[in-house]
């Protein structure tokens, strides 16, 4: 047995396997020799109201991504938060959620987050903090706060606003800066440019037939994923609703018409341009002369010429998309990328304004309140005015109200050297990252879960923020802090948001989790004169006039949020690090993702490290060539290179911040890339980049559908095969799941959700790279097709709980086993670990615990991991084998309750957490054994196929084939 097998050893192998499952375990190597303590059962004298032993509880609150707030459901067990889901009365999110979301759990119970107030790095208290602030403040009352400074991220919650405004009645001469590394500052930029004013632009996907997206990733992870993800595709779904009685008041030629149509174009393939129906790449310096191509054959003759004619090619997909977004006047949409430079955002609104889209598929609304528009003295600074001014000495006091600057700010900033200038550093945050490690107080922050507040969606509407545990810690909220700031000493988290509101509506109700507010009014604006000046961005200039050969090793870069860990705030976050990149299928690491010619040229492999070079900043990293991606162009993700991250998440990957340019921070002319000859180990979860030809996602065009919707699944996958095993007669219900691949973004949602409800760890680099993910579900990612511009597909994979189990055959202890409602279970007591059921299974989605990844024994003073299990759910031991169970805890909750009312189990009642999860409705779970049932509908559709059922294995988990609704003329001609 080798040594990192061996848990009798305490090997180095073991202690640095411990740094990666620590948060997810109980991140301590003494405790875990030590016996539990022995617990007491103390009686409540006086029991919490409503509170019924073994039964969760619900409650409304709200999360924050970058400033905006979405819906959460929180689930809790005896006061401990246990689950989150999205709320499924909040107009945004409307029951949906994310990845980060589901794993914001892990964040609060996360044993590497600040625990208590720190001084100059040594333990100190919210008092003796406060004694200094008031001291501070008798100087800034004589000189009106002159030289202090307030950093924030994007804030909208208004009760902390009002809070700003109090601190700036009392100190005029302070100001606020506001900084959030993933931000749409080019869209404001471009507004105000196009405008006159700045506004926010809101996207009816739901109302268009066709878009057109140029590198905005509307469908991957961001504040409005969950919406526009559930808006665009709840029309593709249409397809399984043409032959069901799903929605039978709608008629059938009405389903039809209504799929729509999605072409992307952009640098490095996204979870949007994966799904799309045509998408192209280009270079990034490409973009503004491609939209301006497509301007001119839409009619607008008053913009400016691009700087260079496209090839052949290129003209006929332009001239394509250009006569289809006209046949669809009023009901197509342009969208930019809110990190695309202000002159292709222009551009975007400029052509939606004349194909008649403004007013319809975009809308343009105020920016609601946030610290630009506090008041005129006061309103937002950049992170660049006060990087300068504290270079020359004008900042004595400074607040970072969360952030992490110091590792996030781009390296032109110089932000850190300057920081060190600053007589008075307070940071205030979850973690004692890079930015505390230079800050002279540490205050440590309440996570959501522990803290009264609010906030608004990207529609305005504002969400409430309740606690539903007391702080773990020594904790406060930004809103306590300003308490004290502002000093109102006595003032708690829910007297302010309670006073607040209270002074606005007269009759509000916490229980739904958001205020009824008047929707934020519409604008139509109008085009301010000379705004075509616009689009020719300085980035344009220069790239007409660079050198038209560089060197080969010379290329262009874009700057993208990892699709996982986001900016890095959740770098300390396992079950995020280990959550495979929709499309890198990338874990722990990010890496320089170019194009395998690219990679040609440059005699590049996977894993060669290389060394990056902007102007004088250098970073080294591995490579990864991606089939699809722009070539002469390098993706550097953000969010990795954390050094202080905690002990799950530093020292991974490498720091593309430290490669920006604050004056053009999305994008690079000139990334120099050397090799230096050695290799960085990368793990990925997907050995395959292309199907070998098997039937596993079963694909059609619309047209192709609509005419044969037979024909798109073959007979093989059809027919039943022949088996010697018994039929069962299931005369109650008989379980299945159907995953429409039409809708499935390959988010990844499911995964993460699958591990919050079922207690699954995270097992670090090394394991992975072994091939031992625990994931029940996985989603599975296909490339199709050429190189150059292939197509790409998703598969969810659980377990498909086959009928003819071949896990079941062979399995010498019946640990596996088949239910009578037609459940493949596990009884983890019988399982010795023979492993032969994983090597007997086709889908390969059994996973064994080769080390004790779930350590529940462990306990260690202020750890609180234990606290995060779903009680509901077994945590597994080492030796055994784990898999999707259907959420059977789920099943059997529903089960109860419908007993005691003595009924039958609804439809659609028993929701599994990967089906409850899902933004776009993609997972359907039932019975198949009822005829009106939706699994059952579903699984009798023409394009609804059995994964390998030539095995004869007859799963219960079954999928809708992927239908793609292409232009008819590219796909003549076969382009793509």
């Not at 707030?69 to 809790?76: H, I, N, P, Q």
């Amino acid at each position: 047995m080798s040594q990192i097998d061996d848990f009798s050893e305490d090997t180095v192998s073991r202690r640095r396997f411990l740094q990666f499952v620590g948060a997810s375990i109980a991140l301590s190597g003494i405790a875990s020799c030590t016996k539990m303590p022995p617990e007491k059962i103390i009686p409540y004298i006086i029991a919490p109201e409503n509170l019924i032993p073994g039964q969760p509880q619900y409650f409304a609150t709200a999360y924050q991504l970058s400033g905006y707030s979405k819906g959460v459901l929180a689930e809790s067990h005896e006061g401990r938060p246990t689950k989150l889901e999205g709320n499924p009365k909040h107009p945004t999110n409307q029951g949906k959620s994310d990845i980060f979301m589901q794993a914001e759990l892990l964040q609060l119970y996360d044993p590497d987050r600040v625990k208590t107030v720190t001084h100059l790095g040594e333990i100190s208290t919210w008092e003796e903090f406060t004694q200094t602030i008031l001291v501070e403040k008798s100087k800034w009352d004589t000189n009106q706060g002159e030289g202090v400074r307030i950093l924030t991220g994007h804030a909208t919650s208004p009760t902390l606003l009002e809070d700003f405004r109090k601190f700036f009645k009392l100190y005029p001469k302070a100001r606020i800066h506001e900084y959030e590394p993933i931000n749409d500052r080019m869209v404001r930029t471009a507004t105000k440019a196009v405008f006159g004013q700045e506004l926010i632009p809101q996207y009816d996907l739901s109302r268009a037939k066709v878009v057109l997206s140029v590198d905005a990733d509307f469908l991957g992870p961001g504040p409005g994923q969950e919406v526009y993800a559930r808006d665009f595709t709840a029309a593709r779904k249409s397809v399984r609703a043409t032959h069901t009685t799903a929605t039978p008041t709608t008629k059938k030629h009405d389903k039809e018409s209504s799929f729509n149509r999605l072409y992307v174009i952009e640098t490095s393939i996204s979870t949007t341009g994966a799904y799309a129906d045509h998408r192209w790449s280009v270079r990034p310096s490409q973009l503004l002369d491609t939209l301006l191509t497509l301007s001119n054959l839409i009619g607008m003759r008053s913009i400016s010429k691009p700087n260079a004619n496209p090839n052949p090619e290129t003209s006929t997909w332009l001239q394509s998309i250009a006569e289809d977004l006209k046949a669809h006047s009023g009901s197509s949409l342009i969208l930019a990328g809110p990190q695309s430079e202000a002159a292709i955002q222009a551009l975007a609104f400029a052509i939606n304004q004349h194909l008649g889209n403004l007013g319809k598929t975009l809308r343009f609304t105020r920016p609601f309140e946030s610290t630009t528009n506090l008041t005129p003295k006061s309103q937002s600074h950049t992170l660049l005015e006060l990087s300068e001014d504290m270079a020359i000495g004008k900042v004595t006091s400074l607040l970072i109200l969360g952030g992490n600057p110091v590792y996030d700010a781009p390296a032109t900033l110089r932000f850190k050297e300057r920081l060190n200038l600053v007589p008075l550093i307070i940071r205030f945050g979850m973690y004692t990252d890079e930015t505390a490690y230079h800050s002279h107080w540490v205050l440590p922050e309440s996570h959501f879960l522990e803290a009264w507040g609010d906030g608004r969606s990207i529609d305005g509407t504002v969400t409430l923020q309740q606690p539903l545990i007391s702080p773990l810690y020594a904790t406060r909220s930004g809103i306590e802090v300003f308490s004290i700031l502002n000093g109102d000493l006595g003032r708690t988290g829910a007297d302010a948001v309670r006073n607040y509101w209270q002074s606005q509506f007269s009759d509000q109700r916490l229980q739904e989790g958001f205020l009824v507010t008047p929707p934020l009014p519409h604008v139509i604006p109008s085009f301010i004169r000379g705004w075509e000046s616009t689009v020719t961005s300085p980035v344009h200039k220069t790239q007409s006039k660079s050198v038209q050969s560089p060197p080969k090793n010379i290329l262009e870069a874009v700057f993208k949020p990892d699709p996982t860990i986001w900016d890095g705030r959740y770098s300390n976050n396992g079950w995020l690090q280990e959550l495979p990149k929709p499309i890198l299928q990338l874990t722990w690491d990010n890496a320089v993702v170019i194009s395998p010619e690219t990679a040609k040229i440059l005699d590049l492999e996977d894993e060669d490290e290389v060394e990056l070079k902007i102007e004088n900043h250098l970073e080294r990293a591995p490579i990864l060539q991606v089939p699809g991606h722009a070539n002469g162009t390098a993706t550097l993700y953000l969010g990795y290179g954390r050094t202080r991250a905690g002990r799950v998440g530093s020292n991974h990957g490498y720091n593309a911040y430290a490669l920006q340019d604050h004056r053009s921070p999305w994008f690079a002319t000139a990334l120099e890339i050397r090799k230096t000859g050695n290799k960085l180990e990368l793990a990925t979860t997907h050995m395959h980049s292309n199907m070998e030809g098997r039937d596993l996602v079963i694909h059609s065009e619309l047209e192709t559908f609509r005419k044969h919707p037979s024909t798109i699944v073959s007979n093989e996958l059809k027919t039943t095969q022949p088996t010697i095993l018994a039929e069962y007669p299931y005369n109650e219900e008989a379980w299945a799941m159907v995953i429409d691949l039409t809708a499935c973004i390959g988010c990844n949602t499911c995964s993460i959700a699958c591990q919050a409800e079922n207690n699954i760890p995270f097992v670090g680099k090394d394991q992975v790279r072994r091939a031992r993910e625990m994931h029940w579900i996985r989603i599975d990612r296909y490339f199709h097709g050429d190189k150059v511009n292939p197509k790409i597909y998703f598969q969810p994979v659980p377990c498909m709980h086959c009928e003819n189990a071949p896990c079941e055959q062979v399995c010498p202890t019946e640990a596996t086993n088949h239910s009578t409602e037609g459940l493949n279970q596990m009884i983890y007591n019988r399982c010795v670990g023979t492993r032969y059921c994983s090597n007997n299974c086709p889908y390969k989605v059994r996973r064994f615990n080769f080390l004790k990844y779930s350590n529940y024994n462990v306990t260690s003073k202020n750890n609180n991991i234990l606290l995060m299990y779903n009680p509901d759910v077994t945590v597994r031991s080492r030796g055994v084998m784990e898999k999707c169970t259907y959420c059977i805890q789920r099943i059997q909750e529903v089960r109860i309750q419908s007993e005691l009312k003595d009924r039958a189990i609804k439809d659609g009642e028993i929701l599994t957490a990967c089906q409850q999860a899902c933004p776009t409705e993609a997972i359907i779970f039932g019975n198949q054994n009822d005829a009106k049932s939706q699994v059952a509908q579903l699984q009798a559709l023409p394009h609804d196929y059995k994964l390998l059922n030539e095995l004869g294995t007859k799963p219960r988990t079954t999928y809708l084939a992927l239908i793609r609704n292409p232009n008819p003329k590219l796909e003549a001609g076969d382009i793509s």
